[in-house]
């Protein structure tokens, strides 16, 4: 009697029927969103699904500070990384061990994926997704890693095992399109006070720093954002464009930092196709909602597929030319170290729920700054050189594994060395951080022999980090953390120093 049924199935369906009789539910589903994903079962099912799926390897790309694994798992049809056809896509979750709805729509995410119908996607990109990179934070539902460090603002200084873990991965294969997925909190104090809270299922961002080429900011601002909020808005999920800040009339409203020690912008600053999404917290504890905020989280992610898919060739050669850009400057690059954010005659009208009426309402906010402009450029040196002595220094060049090739000067090029005069503050969003006076002296020789110093030249993917991270002024610089802040001494040189060509 089965004769029959099995004749009109297609082999497509039988297919399906087999792979879905295998695969086992991903941890939320299973639970139905009745409890956390813990650590445990994250990984059992990721190795479980890596066993069972020819589609997919799981990577161990490091551990947590407590130890605990921090799994990449590889979806490709072919060699992964390997095929240059294919567009490489990395996304991961949860750096706040408290913003649980990453994770629990990254692990649907896998499960969805694994299903035959969605095997096309994996004929133009290979997809690298690590669900948790704070799983000890989300062990106890915090914020910050096992050594109370915030991830996501540890992205230059990188001292963290779990922010080491995803640049080593993102170095191994140099990911054309990256997506940080986060949460967002809008039931603070202030905004209640104010009436009304943000109510966006999802948010999205692109990259703000101005030193990442155009031509990815047009493309993602003008092409991808358009694209993804009406994506989910046509899945039922409501959604705006990333943009802290505020309640209007206390505090402006922009599109975000443009540090660069985020997951978004450190790895956009390398001219990657970067984006940050945030789906909404749960108000009083973190299962509330969890199924709607897993899924909208889960439709973001999948938003990105679907569009880098559609528009592969395109961003491909968007970033390549523009990785060409940092890999081979051409002379008289100007690199902006310190910015703000001003307005542009707009104003922006936003959704809000009203704590009145219970509903969402337009609300137009006049102090709208979504222009991020430069306040101090510095022309991009060839490179700088760091003394071999500056222990601090040379592990943060190893930490991030920056390029170091042989010193040479070239005819009519010179050395040159910053000294503090005075040390005055700048603000920065809002904080007052440290902003030196600065003079600067063209040495005859090095202070040292040449094998004192390492050198690091500009001239490579990670060149316009290497700049904002080292001059002395810049605004994200190293010096502005506790940690390094001693590089600044009024009346001394600077312990970093720079080569200029001619
Ligand atoms: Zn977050």
Redesign the pocket.
Known sequence: MMKPVLFFLTVFQIISLLVSAQTPLPPPIKNNFNKLTSYGELSTYIQEIGKQSDLVKVEVIGHSAEGKNLYALKFSTSEFGKDPSKIKVFIFAQ??GN?QSGKEGALMLAGELLKPENRYLFEKMDLALVPQVNPDGSEMNKRRNANGVDL?RNHVILTEPETIALHQFFDKYLFEVTLDV??YSPYSEEWEKYGYRKNFDITVGATTNINVSDSIRKLSDKDYLPFILSYLKEMDFSSFIYCPGGPPELAYIRHSTFDINDGRQSFGIQNTFSFIQ?GMNGKDDSIENLQRRAEGQMTGMRGLLEYTCLNKNKIKNVVEESRKILTSPLPGQNISIQSIHVANGQSLDIPLFSYYSGKDTLVTVRDYRPVVKTLYDVPKPVGYLIPKDCTLLVEWAGRHALEQIPLKIEKGGHIGQYRISSIDSIDFEGDKIVDPDITVNELKELPAPPSEFLFIPTAQLKGNLVVLALEPKSMLGLATYKKYANFLQNGQPYPVLFVVKK
């Open positions: 750096q706040h913003e996501n986060h949460e945030e």
